[in-house]
């Protein structure tokens, strides 16, 4: 019964919708490809609410003064622009490069080989 539920309900690590809260950035502040870095207020709760199609990243944020998008490139076209827009306002369009060391250092830490992470995009909110 558990390989069948396994087969029948394969494990996405890079959904397009992801939502999290968050009332620590030390722990626990992280979901898939999604972290909160720091909220507005020291232990105020942040909220990160994205929508990822293709390489346009819609971002809804409260309490949430610095985030970070962990990119994949399965789901991130990394030959062209990365475009973040936070409440419909572009924050950030611009190319993002691959860069190795996060690779590694995401594989040693998570030793999860379908959630390679190829760059880190750190971002303010407000």
Not at 8 to 35: C, E, L, M
Request: proline fraction near 2%.
């Amino acid at each position: 019964m558990i390989e069948k539920f396994i087969e029948d309900n394969p494990r996405d690590p890079f959904p397009d919708k992801i939502q999290w809260v968050a009332d620590r950035t030390d722990r626990y502040n992280r979901n898939h490809w999604i972290r909160i870095d720091e909220t507005t207020e020291v232990g105020q709760t942040g909220i990160l609410q994205v929508h990822r199609r293709g390489n346009y990243i819609a971002v809804e944020s409260e309490g949430v003064a610095e985030f970070t998008l962990l990119l994949n490139a399965e789901e991130i076209d990394f030959n062209n622009e990365v475009i973040v827009a936070i409440d419909g306002n572009i924050i950030f369009q611009q190319r993002v490069e691959q860069d190795a060391e996060v690779l590694l250092d995401w594989l040693d830490k998570t030793r999860d080989r379908s959630m390679l992470i190829g760059a880190e995009l750190s971002l303010r909110a407000e």
